[in-house]
């Protein structure tokens, strides 16, 4: 790679992103994923409202993560591995809609 190569290929993907008509500010795989986090985050939110409490907004902001109990974190992770092993039985396995 060349010394502009890298600024080049970043700027090329400042083009490429489908929702916006003129040139974006940053490059496109950044803008999906901060999609796909903002995706992740709702659906979350609607399958444990619970986390919606002040406190657990407050221990996220703060950085103390001790707010939330073992077990919780145990229920969460078990929950998720069972829909990721839903999905990949389905034919939408590795692959993500942004629309």
């Keep these: 790679l060349q010394r502009g190569d890298m600024e080049q290929v970043t700027y090329q993907l400042c083009h490429l992103y489908s929702r916006a008509d003129k040139v974006v500010s940053y490059a496109t795989p950044a803008y999906l994923a901060d999609h796909l986090a903002e995706r992740g985050k709702l659906h979350l939110e609607c399958r444990f409202p619970e986390a919606l409490d002040n406190t657990s907004v407050i221990s996220v902001a703060t950085g103390d993560a001790s707010e ?31 629309v």
């Design 68 to 98: 939330l109990p073992p077990e919780k974190v145990r229920e969460r992770v078990k929950w998720f591995n069972g829909e990721w092993a839903q999905m990949a039985k389905t034919k939408f396995q590795g692959r993500h809609f942004f």
